[in-house]
């Protein structure tokens, strides 16, 4: 299978398209800076992450609301 040699802006474009919803949302808000494709994963994870946790907060058992 041969190398797709795929430039960083169609890689980050590939990026965006499987994101979750809630990762573009946070991304078009925040519009965080970054300067390489490492550097916006990095940010999409850190984002996943906050997300989860949050979410997770709000389907604890017992949580009242």
């Known amino acids: 299978m041969g190398d797709l ?6 890689l980050r474009e590939q990026l965006y398209e499987g994101l ?3 990762i573009k949302d946070a991304l078009v ?3 965080p800076r ?6 916006l994963i990095q940010i999409c994870r850190e984002m996943d992450n906050r997300i989860r946790t949050r979410v997770a ?3 604890q058992p ?4």
């Open 34 to 39: 970054y300067d390489s494709l490492g550097h």
């Open 5 to 10: 040699n795929w430039n960083e802006e169609v």
């Open 62 to 65: 017992g949580r009242t609301q």
């Open 57 to 59: 907060e709000w389907v």
């Open 20 to 22: 979750l919803d809630e």
């Open 29 to 31: 808000t925040s519009r």
